[in-house]
DNA sequence: ATAGCACATATCTTT
DNA sequence: TATGTGCTAT
């Protein structure tokens, strides 16, 4: 495809610091694959590139976009996410950061297990001190690069709380464990050994980085040290889609480049081709109600398409009901279904989508969520591995060390722990020295597990844990809930062998040469990557996702639904401007990824966590301008259905000739929009909604003509 | 020590 | 809603 002017000259740009301001579906991605390729062809070895991204699948896009661009061998090309690069770096130079060779990666679970350990160590309320929050805190000071040292000194910080991370600290270097934040704070260290920094200055002559926005103190820092050389830093973001500030994220280091960086190029993509110009007045309207903007309006060429559509739902099985005759209307018409993309701001959401796709028998699939990583059945077995690889790992073993039931209750492990604190040990040290039968029993059993893993291909390690631990007994106990995990149990041996197969084969591995073991590198990948890809990958479904996961993403049609006070914008962010702001770029992100056809949707009444409440109009909406805007009326018939059961009759509307959602033409009020319908057959009624109103029809004597 | 149950509680986004 | 925690009976 042809670049214009503006991408050409991002990507033909001479060496040396330059920030590219790039509008929402302005080309973003093309004009940093192009730059790469450019470089590449300009005579750069692939070794001599490094471009990082923010999330994984945009690495593999990114990757795959290049490969069909190049007929090119891209082995030694990094690219991947700061976590991801990082962790390849701390492989290879563990020891200059005194980490064992077998670091381990604790994901957000793991740390918030290990900040209540500290808690109840430290002996203070664990109802006071609730590890998710504290755990949240902990990481935004790490994300900043505050350790417990810098905030000594700080009256905002109570000293309980100050405590708390010590404690953690040292529970987690004892592990030998890095949380997320840490990846990065290690990286960052190692630019303290001079040598190793100037290795790679020289190494990597090229530096790129996708959606600058969204980097964190940290990562600045370590690009900027990185890259202090040769300067030769290309980074690409939009001030108006940073949607992570509360991840540490600072938009800042947009300002920070220019200073850090003088004499930086800075480059403006503001012609979007990804939308229509409705959907992009209305996108450009509602971030214009945002202040310290660095200012960027998108524009397009593009005249035609059709306006951005408003449903005001009755509750959410209505908007549900009506999201979904919509796909089917998509679909009848030839559309296909992976071009529709429902996005909500919270995964709770996903549910009455999903339960109306079921009942429809449209195949979706859901991004996000509890993945399958994060699952409690795989964590375990995940950790009888941790432990096989690295004995000390604390938190691995406080997971399984009575999983299944062995009998080491609470008071044993109340005592290993103390004696574990006592002598700054390991709880795997502390069992060996209490010389209790169970424990023994125990320790046997993950040295025999490691014995017979050696030299063992992953899954068959898997396989192994499996055979030698009765975790399958266990869970097929429980019934019903136990059949899903015996299978995702099954599905993780699978899981290991393509992870094994693929990284031998031709994959991630020779791209990135990191050392070590498989099994290791498995468990960062399921720590770092939780595993979205199932098996109907390939399938062509409707796409699920929630805001944040949308982002780099574009579809035909987005359904932007939830658009209601204190679901979207947030309940917590409502009083803070600048939570308020960052919602009203996550708005922006996601009217932003529709190129044809964008609907909005809101319910005047929703059931949330189990409680039916009213819900007003998102301010986002008020903020539409009018004359983009197809209102569709709300229905004239209110009533929630009485029980699932007849909701579900009800459901079955392929009897209604007209599709919800569909477009008509009338012989005397013209077209209009099918809206609702009750009754079956010539019986039956529709309510249209025309430009002059809305009107109930009967089937039986009217006859509409259906339009694509 | 463990299973089962009652009760409380916090509701988001992700590497 | 759904998850987790604490209590009680076994």
Not at 144 to 168: D, F, K, N, W
Not at 393 to 415: K, M, Q, S, Y
Not at 474 to 492: P, T
Not at 594 to 608: F, N, Y
Request: net charge negative; glycine share 8%.
């Amino acid at each position: 495809m042809e670049l214009n002017e503006r991408q050409r000259e991002a990507v033909l740009l001479a060496p040396g610091p330059a920030l590219v301001l790039a509008g929402a579906g302005s080309g973003k991605t093309r004009v940093l694959t192009s730059r790469i390729a450019h470089l590449l062809e300009d005579g750069l070895y692939p070794g001599q590139i490094l471009a990082v991204t923010f999330t994984n699948k945009a690495a593999r896009a990114m990757r795959e976009r290049l490969a069909a661009m190049l007929d090119m061998d891209l082995r030694g090309l990094w690219m991947g996410t700061f976590h991801g690069i990082a962790h390849r770096l701390l492989r290879m130079h563990h020891e200059l950061v005194d980490l064992p060779e077998q670091f381990v990666v604790l994901d957000a679970d793991d740390s918030q297990r290990l900040v209540r350990r500290a808690v109840r160590e430290l002996q203070l309320d664990d109802k006071h001190w609730p590890a998710r929050q504290v755990a949240g805190r902990i990481s935004r000071w790490k994300d900043s690069g505050l350790g417990p040292q810098e905030l000594a000194g700080e009256r905002s910080v109570p000293p309980q709380l100050l405590e708390i991370y010590q404690r953690y600290e040292l529970l987690r270097e004892r592990a030998g464990a890095l949380d997320f934040a840490d990846l990065l704070l290690y990286a960052l260290r190692l630019w303290n050994d001079a040598p190793l920094l100037a290795q790679y200055q020289e190494r990597f002559q090229q530096v790129l980085v996708d959606e600058f926005q969204d980097t964190n103190a940290v990562q600045y820092q370590w690009l900027r040290r990185l890259a202090e050389g040769h300067q030769n830093l290309f980074v690409v973001g939009d001030d108006d889609q940073s949607i992570y500030a509360w991840r540490g994220a600072e938009v800042e280091n947009l300002f920070r480049f220019q200073r850090d960086f003088p004499g930086a190029r800075l480059i403006r993509l503001e012609q979007n081709y990804r939308s229509t110009a409705p959907i992009l007045a209305a996108a450009n309207a509602v971030i214009a109600q945002n202040h310290d903007r660095l200012g960027k309006t998108l524009w397009t060429e593009r005249s035609e398409g059709a306006p951005v559509q408003l449903y005001r739902a009755y509750n959410e099985e209505d908007e549900a009901r009506f999201v979904v005759g919509r796909i089917e209307q998509w679909v009848a018409a030839g559309g296909k279904r992976e071009d529709c993309a429902i996005l909500y701001r919270s995964n709770a959401q996903s549910r009455p989508f999903e339960e109306h796709l079921l009942r429809a028998g449209v195949p979706y699939r859901v991004y996000g969520g509890l993945r399958f990583f994060e699952r409690a059945e795989v964590k375990d077995v995940l950790a009888y591995l941790r432990l096989v690889l690295q004995r000390h790992d604390d938190a691995a073993f406080e997971r399984v060390v009575n999983v299944p039931a062995r009998g080491i209750g609470a008071v044993t492990l109340e005592r290993l722990r103390s004696l574990a604190r006592e002598r700054g040990i390991s709880l795997w040290q502390a069992a060996g020295e209490m010389a209790q039968p169970k424990l023994n029993a125990f320790l046997t059993l993950i040295d025999r597990l490691a014995e017979a893993c050696t030299h063992q291909e992953l899954d068959e390690q898997v396989r192994l844990v499996l055979e030698q631990v009765p975790l399958r007994d266990w869970h097929a106990r429980d019934g019903d809930r136990g059949e899903g995990r015996l299978e995702n149990l099954e599905e993780l041996i699978n899981a290991a062998r393509s992870f094994a197969l693929q990284d031998g084969s031709e994959g991630l591995r020779e791209l990135s040469p990191v050392p070590g073991d498989i099994l290791s590198e498995f468990l960062t990948h399921a720590a770092l990557e939780a595993g979205e890809g199932g098996a109907e990958a390939w399938e062509d479904a409707v796409q699920l996702m929630s805001l944040h996961s949308a982002k780099g993403l574009e579809f035909a049609q987005v359904f932007l639904v939830g658009l209601e006070e204190g679901l979207f914008p947030h309940q917590r962010s409502l009083e803070d401007p600048a939570g308020l702001a960052e919602e009203r770029r996550l708005c922006y992100v996601g009217m932003t990824r529709a190129m044809q056809q964008l609907v909005l949707c809101h319910a005047e009444s929703r059931r949330l966590h189990g409680a039916e409440r009213l819900a007003l109009a998102s301010r986002f909406l008020r903020e539409l301008p009018a004359e983009e805007i197809e209102e569709l009326r709300p229905r004239a018939r209110i009533s929630r259905p009485l029980a699932p059961a007849l909701s579900a009759s009800s459901g079955g509307r392929s009897d209604c000739p007209y599709p919800l959602g569909g477009r008509i033409r009338h012989p005397v009020f013209g077209e209009g929009t099918v809206l609702d319908y009750e009754g079956g057959g010539r019986q039956g009624r529709v309510q249209i909604q025309f430009s002059s109103g809305s009107k109930w029809l009967a089937l039986g004597i009217v006859s509409l003509e259906r339009l694509s």
